[in-house]
């Protein structure tokens, strides 16, 4: 008894500050949802489900819905691809040369989204110019969401490089000598014996890597703002817009609801489709 109250005081500080930072305010936009509050003022009116319904005649939400998967499809083949990638070469190597190898490709998961936007915005700007005389990309209506991939791939591949390499490390090196001795290829070995080893490792990554793209928001505000023309605006970006910038706070916090549901639904759907997936290989 005496050790359960212990631990329950311990967490009394985090929860104290989970409630401050995050409750509190979640409970009190699901309010604001439903009023025409401007953001500033403090008198709004209560507007029932208008906000909500005002969503499906919005044609400037589209565009940032269309950015936002975009920006989702690519960002998860890339990442997922290239982590992969690395994660089986890095198994080849042992000692202290594969653990710095893995380690340049984690230190940017250091790094804030913020800061590797300015960093990248620079290599854009001035040394892909210098190397090649091509301009940024981050100013190209077709290259922005390509552009900003890289920065988060960049930014975020460290994670998933982990995850797949430990997984990796688990697959029983018998199974794949064994099927090496009877002739089986390298294609082969990774499509029978080493993806369904590792593929609660796929489904963790590709969910995550998903859902993190498609709530992405530090990175492109930082990177472009959502330019070139809109270009690269996503659906969190839309959001605050619509919250800090147009003063519709009210309308701003009833989509910002909306996408979470989405957000949920989406990530639910995506982990029970690839579960099913691992019992079947």
């Given at each position: 008894m ?11 500080p ?25 953001g500033?003022?403090?008198d709004y009116?209560y507007?029932?489900l ?5 969503m499906f ?23 997922n ?17 594969g ?14 989204g ?5 960093i ?14 091509l ?7 077709f290259?922005?969401?390509?552009a900003?991939v ?45 993806l369904?080893?590792i ?26 703002g ?12 839309y959001?605050y ?5 147009y ?9 910002s ?6 957000l949920?639904?989406?990530g639910?759907l ?6 099913k ?5």
């Amino acid at each position: 008894m005496k050790k359960n109250l212990s631990s329950f005081l311990f967490t009394l500080p985090s929860l104290f500050f989970f409630c401050i930072a995050l409750l509190i305010p979640f409970f009190m936009g699901i309010n604001i949802a439903f009023t025409d509050w401007n953001g500033v003022t403090k008198d709004y009116n209560y507007v029932g489900l208008e906000n909500f319904i005002r969503m499906f005649s919005d044609s400037r939400i589209v565009a940032p819905i269309k950015n936002t998967l975009i920006l989702a499809v690519i960002g998860v083949i890339a990442n997922n691809a290239v982590t992969l990638g690395l994660a089986l070469l890095f198994t080849k190597f042992n000692g202290k040369f594969g653990s710095i190898c893995r380690l340049i490709v984690f230190v940017p998961c250091c790094l804030s989204g913020v800061l590797s936007a300015y960093i990248w915005k620079f290599i854009f700007r001035f040394v892909l110019s210098a190397l090649t005389g091509l301009n940024s990309p981050l100013g190209s209506m077709f290259w922005v969401l390509p552009a900003i991939v890289v920065i988060a791939l960049w930014n975020g591949a460290g994670i998933n490089m982990l995850i797949y390499y430990a997984a990796l490390k688990n697959v029983p090196t018998e199974l794949v000598e064994a099927a090496i001795v009877d002739g089986a290829g390298r294609l082969a070995v990774f499509k029978n014996i080493t993806l369904p080893m590792i593929a609660p490792a796929f489904t963790t990554c590709v969910t995550m890597t998903f859902t993190a793209m498609l709530k992405e928001f530090g990175t492109v505000m930082s990177a472009t703002g959502g330019g070139p023309a809109r270009a690269s605006e996503t659906i969190s970006m839309y959001i605050y817009n619509n919250l800090y910038t147009y003063s519709r706070a009210g309308y701003g916090q009833a989509i910002s609801l909306a996408f979470l549901a989405f957000l949920i639904l989406v990530g639910n759907l995506m982990t029970n489709f690839f579960r099913k997936r691992e019992v079947e290989l």
